[in-house]
């Protein structure tokens, strides 16, 4: 066997990258649990207290431990994105952004424009059309199935 040849085991760069697949699982947890704990308590939080005040405050600790965690930890440590702001000796404030690919921070934000484009229709679309486009349907399909149930009931008799 000549000196420059190598020898692979086959299945060995698939376990190498299973290993690789999550680099920080602790910021991918708590990247994905503060987020679905405030999700389940907004829809459980009737079981646990009646309180409005109560729920909506453990509610905005548990979105904003969220969003400290995501700014900080792990928007960092997945994609490459950060931010701060400081203020200099002349009381001037400086917003810095941070990036590693340029093509993450378009990805997200043509995300999150998509996400405010639907909230902003949802908020100020005209309900009525909605409503009606469902009443519409929903009144076409009765209609229909009565009038199909008569024609049957007729070919009966």
């Given at each position: 066997?000549?000196?420059?040849?190598?020898?692979?085991?086959?299945?060995?760069?698939?376990?190498?990258?299973?290993?690789?697949k999550l680099k920080h699982p602790v910021a991918v947890f708590c990247h994905v649990a503060?987020?679905?704990?405030?999700?389940?308590?907004?829809?459980?939080?009737?079981?646990?207290?009646?309180?409005?005040?109560?729920?909506?405050?453990?509610?905005?600790?548990?979105?904003?431990?969220?969003?400290?965690?995501?700014?900080?930890?792990?928007?960092?440590?997945?994609?490459?994105?950060?931010?701060?702001?400081?203020?200099?000796?002349?009381?001037?404030?400086?917003?810095?952004?941070?990036?590693?690919?340029?093509?993450?921070?378009?990805?997200?934000?043509?995300?999150?424009?998509?996400?405010?484009?639907?909230?902003?229709?949802?908020?100020?679309?005209?309900?009525?059309?909605?409503?009606?486009?469902?009443?519409?349907?929903?009144?076409?399909?009765?209609?229909?199935?009565?009038?199909?149930?008569?024609?049957?009931?007729?070919?009966?008799?």
């Open positions: 066997m000549d000196s420059g040849d190598v020898t692979l085991n086959f299945g060995e760069e698939d376990e190498i990258d299973r290993q690789r503060f987020r679905a704990l405030a999700v389940l308590l907004f829809i459980l939080c009737g079981w646990f207290s009646t309180s409005f005040i109560t729920n909506f405050i453990l509610i905005v600790i548990l979105l904003s431990m969220d969003f400290w965690t995501v700014k900080n930890i792990s928007g960092r440590l997945l994609v490459g994105l950060r931010w701060w702001n400081y203020v200099d000796d002349d009381g001037v404030s400086h917003w810095v952004y941070e990036s590693r690919p340029k093509m993450v921070a378009l990805v997200g934000v043509i995300m999150n424009g998509a996400n405010l484009y639907g909230y902003v229709k949802c908020k100020y679309g005209s309900k009525t059309k909605l409503t009606s486009v469902a009443t519409g349907f929903l009144g076409q399909q009765i209609w229909s199935k009565m009038t199909r149930q008569q024609e049957n009931q007729s070919e009966q008799k």
